[in-house]
């Protein structure tokens, strides 16, 4: 059986530091052949000063095969070239070598606002999708109230789509992706968009999509999400494939080799050379320092129930009185588990700054389980994430006799202090438990 996708050797080249050009009149064509040798013959003396081109591969002889009803994960960093290959899987974008052969219709769904015209109605771009997959009206109008149903945005559904929030976008966007039949399913880490509830609707209709023979790509940090639905798997790194296989052991490769080749664990960790970086105002996240009790860096592992100080050190570009740091553990699985913010600070003193500043995250007792947690960190002035960065530090909560029991915890995502009791089954406590005895105030 031939593959229903053929990636042969596809790679991507970006030009940074280029102006845009505009296309040559003929005039200026023959002109600038006539004078070229003249400029050669002068030297690069002309050229000083002027920005060089600088050329960058996003995508880097990639290739592999996709069958008919497979579910295939995309694993990679942030800037590895996950989007890029879904863009030129997609036809958005033209490789710069190496082809890829398509067998089916593909429906995309790489990020909010792709796909939709903005001054049409969510009805109207139903239907335009919908013939764009090469659909008749009457296949269309068949699926029609499931989409709408399933996306739950009938009360907008003639309202323009410039007028829908983002996670309304996105739930009619995913909709008609999922519902239109498409061959080949292709879906970006644009689930983050919606909440919780839809994001496993999504899941759910994902499964339900490849139980029926349908082809899913899907890319996402969830591990969880890409063991859990996907058959095989593939790890992307600096735009060359660096491992493909089941899912199970494309998640081990990343977590193990990808995600923590740049080791951040250690006492202190320079922000400013962060790679999954997202600054708008610059780079103001300088470093982070890590301690345990009695102010001792923080060196190896942490275990369980121990405290740990973090001291961010940033920088404030303006007089304001309205910043705060956040810090967010995610587990191995990249789900969230903790979230430590400076706005929960109850007693946090207030006053306008500026220039270089240091906040301390004091957590008495970390009581995680054992594992490998990595953390976000940003910083927030106003209502503007300032500067944010991704995976910037690791950290490995190792296994303790936190219960003073001699048994490691070992599962769920944190312990906590709990006791138990044995008491007497009298004759009063077995008629409380007897089938029935349970009332609802």
């Keep these: 059986m031939r593959p229903i996708l053929e990636i042969r050797h596809v790679s ?51 290739s592999f095969d996709v069958l008919e009803g497979d579910v295939l994960g995309i694993i990679g960093r942030n800037g590895a070239g996950k989007s890029t290959l879904l863009k030129i899987l997609s036809r958005i974008t033209d490789p710069t070598e190496g082809t890829v052969t398509l067998r089916g219709r593909l429906a995309s769904l790489l990020e909010v606002g792709t796909g939709f015209h903005a001054e049409l109605t969510g009805r109207e771009n139903i239907f335009l999708n919908g013939a764009i997959l090469g659909m008749k009206r009457a296949e269309i109008i068949s ?70 023979g349908r082809t899913v790509l899907f890319v996402s940090h969830n591990m969880a999400a890409v063991e859990n639905l996907c058959r095989r798997g593939i790890v992307l790194d600096r735009g060359s494939m660096v491992f493909a296989g089941g899912a199970k052991e494309a998640v081990r490769h990343y977590l193990n080799e990808v995600a923590g080749i740049e080791g951040r664990a250690g006492q202190v960790v320079d922000l400013e050379q962060a790679r999954d970086r997202r600054s708008p105002l610059g780079k103001l996240l300088k470093r982070m320092e890590f301690y345990t009790c009695d102010d001792v860096p923080l060196s190896g592992g942490l275990p369980i129930g121990e405290q740990l100080k973090i001291r961010v050190h940033f920088e404030l570009p303006r007089p304001t009185d309205r910043f705060d740091v956040g810090l967010g553990f995610s587990n191995a699985f990249g789900q969230r588990v903790f979230t430590a913010h400076s706005s929960f600070e109850p007693d946090r003193p207030h006053g306008q700054r500026m220039g270089a500043q240091v906040m301390l995250c004091d957590i008495p007792s970390l009581t995680l389980t054992p594992g490998n947690y990595s953390l976000r960190v940003w910083l927030d002035i106003g209502r503007t994430k300032a500067d944010s960065i991704d995976d910037a530090a690791r950290i490995t909560l190792v296994p303790s006799d936190y219960y003073g029991t001699g048994k490691v915890p070992w599962n769920g995502a944190f312990v906590l202090k709990h006791r138990w009791y044995v008491e007497e089954a009298t004759e009063e406590r077995r008629k409380v438990n007897l089938p029935g005895a349970i009332t609802q105030a």
């Design 12 to 62: 991507k080249q970006y030009r940074l530091g280029r102006a845009f050009a505009r296309t040559e009149t003929f005039r200026e064509f023959l002109t600038r052949k006539l004078l070229s040798p003249l400029r050669a013959l002068q030297g690069s003396r002309s050229e000083i000063g002027k920005p060089r081109e600088q050329r960058f591969w996003a995508l880097r002889d990639v």
């Design 143 to 212: 699926r029609f109230d499931e989409i709408v149903a399933f996306a739950e945005v009938e009360q907008f559904l003639d309202t323009p789509v410039k007028h829908y929030s983002s996670g309304m976008y996105v739930r009619l966007a995913f909709a008609v992706a999922a519902h239109l039949n498409p061959e080949i399913l292709v879906v970006d880490e644009v689930l983050a968009v919606g909440d919780v509830a839809f994001q496993k609707k999504c899941l759910g209709k994902m499964s339900e999509v490849s139980r029926g």
